[in-house]
């Protein structure tokens, strides 16, 4: 077999050139790594200096290690063999690293044979250390935590098995570059910008704009052992920003300069100064000129729209506005979007509009979809309308659905659900439905379908409940004839002063915590039945909302107008067309039926 001594500085170059001398493949010869030695030289050293140990940091500090007047090169004496396969390990891995090879791991093979053998863990270093010397690495300094690492995954082997799928080993670790940090500007206000929005919507304290101060990074060391360089930072934004001190404050640190808002508001950059404002006056707001307006209602942004008369197109097509309030003197386009705080409407809404307002709504003319808490609108014209209450002094045709609604004058073919109560003034139209169905009204059917829903669970649970409880009774009462046999045992052998048997005593005591079980059991299914029917009477109560809601009329019904009460519990309609002087319409209970009652 052939074997070589050798000394070298280069193990990659030598391997090559004996391999190419024995006439084998490179990976079909190994060696074995009888000794090494690390040199050095700094810019005071004239010659190479040895180094005995593995951490540099002994003889210079990390500073001088970095620098690129630091020379570092290790020689090696191996002994050059063909590979002979180990007889009971087989460390199979492929070795990854960063780009400037200052970290290196080992991803193992799951198919290693790796049994907890003698010896295990100093074959895996001699292998791994191979392995670094084959790529050119250095062993020794750059080792790092490589033993406690081999003794980590040793360990979860021992605990879990051989390993069931790649497992990465920390191998070596030198001294990583720092990549310099250029300069930069964070518009941070922009992250969640919309396409096509004119607003930059923030709220006090919001940070708005970020300066990132340039950084120097540090030069680095890799596991080879040269020296990795890295550039100086670039400035590009250190005169970029400029801010209104009203709206905006500064705070720095090492890092970065960070600008906060002061006010709530859009940001704005008017000849290069950023500022907060929070009126903003537009003469018409369309897709094309100013995009979307959408800064969140959360934003004390007020918008007005139009400046001319109210008929003007104020708001175009396809507009999406999101402000706390808005003012539009002139008409809303199809396919608007709008949601606000507050709304005023001079001029009308397009059918295909969608406006949603937390607070008032108020609208000279309603063709479109409106969902508000409270809805004021002078003419409604096919128009939807959902809110708590709402006022028209105007309806033909259209929909509402509300919790109390006013009608000053009702023409013809309207639909009006409400849930408490539903006036008019005066009907001058017919084919008008005006509705009382408490499940229309969404906050009352989300809270009755939770309710009902919740009761199904508390009755099934009760019900189970019982069932298990009937089922332990059961069996304690087929337990009595054998547990007084037993307690039977336990007098007898106290009346003959010896012990009780273990197994008799046991028995008993198990017994004894059954029955009290049981009893503990049945406390909570009563509990649970007296909750059960508080939560029933609480449904009950919801399920009579239609007794306590009124239809309100000030003048003569002629017929053509068709009134109606659902019962929420059972969706049985009351449905009546009334002529004459009928005040109000109310449904009153009679036993167990439920019956229209009239005050004139």
Not at 71 to 94: A, G, K, M, N, S
Not at 341 to 360: D, L, M, P, R, Y
Not at 487 to 501: F, K, V
């Amino acid at each position: 077999m052939h074997t070589t001594k050798i000394t070298t500085f280069t193990v990659p170059d030598e391997l090559k050139k004996i391999a190419q001398q024995w006439n084998l493949p490179i990976d079909a010869i190994d060696f074995d790594v009888l000794s090494y030695q690390t040199q050095y030289r700094g810019a005071i050293d004239e010659d190479w200096c040895t180094f005995d140990g593995d951490n540099l940091g002994d003889i210079t500090t990390e500073v001088e290690i970095r620098s690129p007047l630091l020379l570092i090169r290790q020689e090696y004496q191996l002994l050059v063999r063909p590979l002979v396969p180990h007889p009971y390990f087989d460390l199979r891995f492929t070795m990854a690293s960063d780009k400037y090879k200052s970290k290196l791991v080992a991803i193992i093979n799951p198919s290693s044979n790796l049994p907890l053998k003698k010896g295990l863990q100093e074959y895996i270093k001699e292998t791994i250390n191979r392995k670094k010397l084959r790529s050119g690495c250095m062993i020794g300094i750059t080792d790092g935590s490589l033993e406690k690492e081999i003794n980590a995954m040793l360990l979860k082997i021992q605990k879990e098995g051989p390993l069931n799928e790649p497992y990465r080993l920390p191998i070596a670790h030198f001294f990583p570059p720092t990549a310099p940090t250029n300069d930069n500007v964070i518009l941070h206000y922009k992250k969640i910008k919309r396409t096509n929005n004119l607003l930059d919507g923030v709220e006090v304290d919001d940070l708005i704009l970020e300066y990132i101060l340039p950084q120097n990074g540090l030069d680095g060391r890799s596991c080879t052992g040269k020296h990795i360089h890295v550039g100086n930072p670039l400035i590009r934004y250190a005169n970029a920003i400029n801010t209104d001190p009203q709206s905006i404050r500064a705070q720095e640190d090492h890092h970065s300069i960070r600008f906060y808002a002061t006010k709530s508001g859009f940001v704005e950059r008017k000849n290069g100064l950023f500022t907060i404002s929070q009126d903003l006056h537009l003469k018409s707001a369309s897709f094309k000129s100013t995009g979307s307006l959408e800064a969140g209602s959360e934003k004390e942004i007020n918008i007005k729209i139009g400046a001319g008369e109210e008929g003007d197109d104020a708001v175009g097509s396809g507009v999406n506005i999101d402000v706390q309030t808005l003012d539009v003197k002139g008409t809303v386009g199809s396919n608007t979007k709008i949601q606000a705080c507050e709304v005023t409407i001079g001029a009308q809404t397009h059918k295909k509009s969608f406006i949603e307002v937390e607070g008032n709504a108020t609208i000279h003319l309603h063709r479109g979809n409106l969902k508000a808490k409270n809805a004021s609108i002078d003419i409604l014209e096919a128009g939807t309308v959902e809110a708590q209450t709402v006022h028209v002094k105007s309806m033909s045709g259209g929909e509402i659905i509300a919790q109390r609604v006013i009608i000053d004058v009702l023409y013809s073919n309207a639909k009006i659900t409400a849930l408490e109560s539903i006036e008019i003034k005066s009907i001058v139209g017919d084919g008008n439905d005006l509705i009382i169905n408490p499940r229309a009204i969404p906050s009352y059917l989300e809270q009755i379908t939770v309710l009902e829903d919740e009761l199904i669970r508390k009755q099934l649970e009760l019900r189970e409940r019982g069932k298990k409880y009937l089922q332990k009774e059961l069996l304690l009462k087929e337990d009595r004839i054998r547990i007084q046999r037993t307690i039977d045992n336990i007098n007898t052998a106290t009346r003959q002063n010896r012990e009780p048997l273990k197994s008799d005593k046991e028995r008993l005591t198990h017994y004894k915590s059954a029955v009290e079980s049981l009893k503990n059991e049945a406390i909570m299914i009563k509990a649970q039945e007296d909750a059960l029917h508080a939560f029933e009477r609480k449904l009950d109560r919801l399920y009579e909302a239609d007794l306590e809601a009124v239809v309100t009329h000030n003048k003569t019904y002629d017929g053509n107008t068709r009134i109606q009460f659902i019962d929420p519990k059972t969706r049985k309609p009351y449905t009546l067309s009334p002529i004459g002087n009928i005040t109000h319409v109310r449904l009153h209970k009679e036993g167990d039926e439920k019956k229209f009652f009239f005050e004139s």
